[in-house]
């Protein structure tokens, strides 16, 4: 079987879906269920029908994209990534598993290859938490991490929920029904831009993730006491904003003092009230964002951070209110996806640094329902999230190559 990427026909491809944007080049917006990510979802259904694939998409808008195996009641093999992308963002993001899976499954076509499972090319649904403040809804609830229910409930910025939003964009059906069964994969693989510097530090065009790292995210709330700021003596405040900026220091030697570089606390917002230059914040509203690969010592770390907060509420007068938004486990990729991957690697002669992926990804969801790994390919100075991030040409075919080796491992 000799496997060959379209270099530029992919590429070209990348280019046309970035054009679907809100945002002016190079910068890429695409928010899920807008006019412009609908455009971009009809343009990438059309590719796949192209390439021979079935498609269907479910109540929450996942699309499946399937080419029949040798034994199409068999478990599927699954690869894909997302096309939504946050406000001023690059069109790498997601992009690259997605037209790189479609890419891999042609190259497999075009090789004569025949699985035996059947490969599905899967394009998640609001993997970005841009529109509804969560990440991954889609693989969320096909993974039942999430219920219906309380997805239904999930508002945006306007007010309008996930139920309305999605019956506007034309998406029917019950969204307890988009749960897969445990069985519906044998095995599922991302392909994925790092989003960090460390395989364009080492020189490495690939890496397979050992383990991807979740994160557990909070509201905290502060409440002071306001007051003229000429007016109000240093002995007597009660400032919000000064018990904030103790806390945020507080959250960083946490992390540090966790023994892992795999450990990383971010407060992202940090909202103050009133905001006038001569008025003692009396409020302040702040996120938490705290992430590692292993559970136990990221809620280690948060005790240590909630015992801080006590603290610095009582010597300060302030009350400080936490709300937990959500937590996730962490999750090891399977021995057997990483097998695939490496075997692959090595075929074509590819060196590959084995690392984690310190980004969450839709993958960590499937990892619930199915044997999962991940594949990364570097960007440049591990920019991501911004106009100006890039993965070179011959990265994103060398991981499609890679991509599509795996796939034909685990559905032969």
């Not at 992919?10 to 879906?17: D, G």
């Not at 530090?201 to 502060?222: D, E, H, N, T």
């Not at 993965?391 to 685990?410: F, H, Q, S, T």
Request: with cysteine; charged share 25%; aromatic share 6%.
């Amino acid at each position: 079987m000799k496997l060959e990427i379209d270099q530029q026909g992919l590429l070209s491809e990348l280019e046309t879906l970035a054009t679907f944007s809100d945002a002016e080049p190079p910068a890429v917006t695409r928010i899920v269920f807008t006019p412009t990510d609908l455009k971009a979802r009809a343009w990438m259904m059309a590719r796949c029908e192209e390439a021979g694939l079935a498609v269907r998409q479910d109540a929450i808008g996942n699309i499946f994209t399937r080419w029949d195996g040798a034994d199409p009641a068999a478990p599927a093999v699954g690869t894909g990534s997302h096309i939504d992308a946050i406000p001023n963002a690059g069109k790498y993001d997601g992009v690259v598993g997605v037209l790189g899976g479609l890419e891999a499954i042609r190259a497999l076509q075009r090789s004569g290859f025949r699985p035996k499972n059947s490969i599905e090319l899967l394009v998640f649904a609001t993997e970005e938490p841009t529109r509804f403040g969560i990440g991954c809804l889609g693989s969320r609830l096909l993974s039942g991490t999430l219920s219906a229910e309380a997805a239904a409930k999930l508002k945006d910025r306007d007010g309008e929920s996930v139920e309305e939003v999605r019956r506007k964009a034309s998406f029917s059906g019950q969204l307890q029904d988009v749960k897969l069964p445990k069985s519906y994969y044998k095995a599922f693989v991302e392909l994925h831009i790092e989003q960090g510097p460390l395989l364009e530090r080492a020189k490495i065009s690939l890496g397979i993730v050992k383990s991807i790292a979740a994160p557990a995210s909070f509201r905290i709330a502060i409440e002071g006491a306001g007051g003229h700021a000429g007016g109000v003596l240093m002995p007597d405040r009660k400032d919000a904003l000064c018990a904030a900026a103790e806390l945020i220091l507080a959250i960083e030697t946490a992390a540090h003092a966790s023994g892992a570089l795999d450990t990383v606390a971010t407060v992202g917002v940090c909202d103050v009230f009133p905001g006038a230059v001569n008025s003692i914040p009396s409020r302040v509203g702040m996120t938490l964002d705290i992430r590692d690969t292993d559970l136990a010592r990221r809620d280690g770390v948060m005790k240590v951070i909630e015992r801080a907060s006590q603290g610095i509420a009582a010597k300060r007068q302030v009350s400080i209110r936490w709300e937990l938004v959500n937590a996730d486990a962490p999750a090891d990729c399977a021995p057997e996806v990483r097998e695939a991957l490496t075997d692959s690697c090595r075929q074509h002669g590819f060196p590959f640094l084995e690392m984690v992926s310190r980004a969450y990804h839709d993958s960590l969801f499937v990892s619930r329902i199915a044997p999962t790994g991940m594949l990364f390919i570097p960007c440049r100075n591990g920019y991501s999230h911004r106009p100006d991030e890039y993965a070179a040409p011959e990265d994103i075919a060398r991981g499609a190559l890679v991509l599509a080796g795996a796939l034909a491992k685990l559905s032969a």
